[in-house]
């Protein structure tokens, strides 16, 4: 039980996307199948993919962050030397750290002030706000996390960026020739 609850809290963000998405998706077939095959669309179908699309958006984001998934335009950091990338690094996180926990300040008082309640499902969209709240929240919480990182285990954190050049197996001026992130 206990490691259950501790996957959950691990993969809080990649469990709570990954259901958005599999929500919105079977919505959206199950509406397309009563509106063309039954004549009877279903009233309350796009309300809830819409939730679901902010959910998946927004903390989907934060799983990708998490992951180091998100597209960068590593051209300038490939030609530093390693004390330089690091550096730059170290120095783009903390710069995060401070956008998304004002971007999470942002989104709370956003999500507070929100006043409307959805059409079918009367949910007053302060809780569907509250996926930005989460989203950079997350973000937060993991830039913080690799920027100690970066001083606590200087290792781990430069093999969580190398990582992400794994899938192509080139070095830098190998992927520069072959034209950008191994395409």
């Keep these: 039980m ?23 998706a079977f919505t959206a077939c199950i509406n397309v199948f009563t509106r063309y095959i039954m004549n009877n669309p279903l009233t309350w179908a796009e309300e809830l993919e819409c939730i679901c699309l902010v959910f998946a958006t927004f903390v989907g984001g934060a799983a990708c962050y998490k992951r180091n998934l998100h597209y960068g ?23 995060f750290i401070v956008l998304f926990i004002y971007l999470t300040g942002l989104s709370y008082k956003f999500a507070l002030s929100a006043s409307k309640t959805t059409t079918f499902f009367r949910i007053k969209y302060k809780y569907i706000d509250f996926a930005a709240v989460l989203g950079f929240g997350s973000m937060a919480f993991y830039s913080l996390r690799y920027f100690i990182q970066s001083f606590t285990d200087p290792q781990k954190f430069a093999a969580r960026y190398a990582s992400a050049y794994a899938n192509d197996g080139l070095n830098s001026e190998e992927r520069d020739a072959k034209g950008g992130n191994g395409s």
């Design 2 to 24: 206990k490691n259950r609850i501790l996957y959950a809290i691990t993969h809080m963000e990649e469990i709570i996307a990954a259901s958005a998405l599999s929500c919105m």
């Design 73 to 95: 335009m590593d051209f300038l950091v490939d030609r530093l030397p390693e004390n330089g990338k690091m550096f730059l690094r170290k120095t783009l996180l903390l710069l």
